[in-house]
């Protein structure tokens, strides 16, 4: 699942373009982040490097949420 920006906390910065070795990330007219989907390989870059947290990866969202339920003993994205 390619990753997805939150356009209400995307300021348009172009660092997750500029990380992005896919090329996949462009910034649009509107003045935020957009993804090709096709084009987006999971690396998670973008993630890395957004001061916004405005840009998730899916997979890794759900890591971080599987981590968080286990320690309570529930598993959310299994
Ligand atoms: S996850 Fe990797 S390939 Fe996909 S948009 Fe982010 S930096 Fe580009
Ligand atoms: S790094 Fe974050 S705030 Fe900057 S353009 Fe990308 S998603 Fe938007």
Do not use: H, Q
Not at 28 to 47: N, Q
């Amino acid at each position: 699942m390619a990753a997805k920006v939150n356009v209400e906390e995307c300021t348009g910065c172009g660092l997750c373009a500029d990380e992005c070795p896919a090329e996949a990330i462009t910034i649009s007219e509107d003045g935020y982040a957009v993804v090709d989907e096709d084009e987006c390989t999971e690396c998670g870059a973008c993630t890395d490097v957004c001061p916004n947290v405005a840009i998730t990866l899916w997979i890794r969202f759900c890591r971080l949420i599987s981590r968080t339920a286990f320690k309570s003993g529930f598993s959310a994205c299994s």
